[in-house]
């Protein structure tokens, strides 16, 4: 399977493109920027199209919960990777995939780093092409879903409010317990959740959403003739 190779520039265009597509919401550039830096430091992430897939393949959804502008938030990239490792503990089963949950400034580059660093596939998808105000919104018409169970594990904290948990039951009440945990860990968490097969979730969701946010972003950003430079 091969995909788009990511490289600065094309970085820099998702984040831009998916703050337009974002609609207000997906987090912030400067935070998107930084994420993306770092995912690029390590590795080259490679969205894979989601037909690159079997129907069969679980994917799983990235994303941060809580409030970003918390002032006493504390998420680090290593708290996105260690995300995932009680999930595929939880679900018994390999993780094929990784996507983000929406588009957005901060949300388009969700993903990124625990691909490189977990080596496990980025999918060129999306829950939704935009961001959303509500969990369920963003959750793959899973709250439609009679009999769901869904699984969810989240990180974040620093110190004394530092906080690790693996979750599973009703879709409303895992979101809602996760989204209290945010609280308490200072306002924002790393997640991990959901795990679906490829075949549901190229059913429901928003396929081509990192290469659309990059067309968007790269028409923005051409046309203002400028992309941020990397700080030295």
Not at 6 to 16: F, H, T
Not at 26 to 37: N, P, S, Y
Not at 92 to 102: D, F, L, M, Q, S
Request: some cysteine; aromatic content about 6%; charged content about 15%.
């Amino acid at each position: 399977m091969t995909g788009i190779k990511l490289d600065e520039s094309m970085m820099q265009y998702a984040v831009y493109g998916g703050a337009v597509l974002g609609g207000g919401g997906g987090g912030w550039i400067e935070d998107g920027l930084q994420i993306g830096r770092l995912a690029l430091e390590i590795g080259q992430p490679e969205p894979l199209p989601a037909d690159a897939f079997a129907d069969e393949d679980v994917w799983v959804t990235v994303s941060l919960v809580g409030a970003p502008g918390a002032k006493d938030k504390y998420v680090k990239p290593i708290h996105y990777a260690k995300a995932l490792e009680p999930l595929a503990h939880q679900i018994g089963k390999p993780i094929a995939g990784v996507h983000t949950n929406e588009n957005g400034a901060g949300t388009t580059v969700n993903g990124w780093f625990q691909s490189v660093v977990a080596g496990i596939p980025l999918v060129d998808f999306a829950c939704n092409g935009r961001a959303h105000p509500t969990g369920a919104m963003g959750s793959l018409n899973l709250s439609e879903l009679a009999g769901y169970v869904s699984h969810q594990t989240a990180v974040g904290g620093k110190d004394a409010d530092y906080i690790e948990m693996s979750i599973s039951g009703s879709l409303s009440k895992a979101a809602s317990m996760v989204r209290k945990l945010s609280v308490e860990a200072g306002g924002l968490v790393a997640v991990a959740r959901n795990p679906v097969t490829a075949a549901y979730a190229r059913q429901h969701g928003a396929a081509g959403a990192i290469t659309q946010a990059i067309e968007v972003g790269e028409a923005l950003l051409s046309r203002q003739g400028k992309l941020r430079s990397t700080p030295s």
